[in-house]
């Protein structure tokens, strides 16, 4: 019932940018925090930027601090990643993650994962 649908990955330049989008539906998308994880080859899946339910506050890993900037638009259900100064080591899978803290406990949600790929 719940899905978390990622879109804008590809393929870009160093240097270059892109942006990511995550449909949510099933679910009511402005009670749960919504973040962005990445996941390269051989390494551990790591959080790239989280953002609270009302957009009110956010919270980026150091590396991408002032390179990435997450944004959210609850009337459309949709989560945001604008992604500059692409560098090759942020090429990944990235995903889309919602969390929600409830009276019955705690929810949380993965999207599938879109590929970015960073190269000449």
């Known amino acids: 019932q719940v899905q978390l649908v990622e879109s804008g990955g590809g393929l870009v330049q160093p240097g270059g940018s892109l942006r990511l989008s995550c449909a949510a539906s099933g679910l009511t998308f402005s009670t749960y925090a919504m973040s962005w994880y990445r996941q390269a080859p051989g390494k551990e899946r790591e959080l790239v930027a989280r953002?609270?339910?009302?957009?009110?506050?956010?919270n980026y890993a150091d590396s991408m601090k002032g390179r990435f900037t997450i944004s959210r638009d609850n009337a459309k259900n949709t989560v945001y990643l604008q992604m500059n100064s692409l560098k090759p080591e942020d090429a990944a899978v990235y995903y889309c993650h919602a969390q929600g803290v409830f009276l019955s406990g705690r929810k949380e949600y993965w999207g599938q994962g879109t590929q970015v790929t960073v190269s000449s």
């Open positions: 953002i609270s339910s009302s957009g009110g506050s956010t």
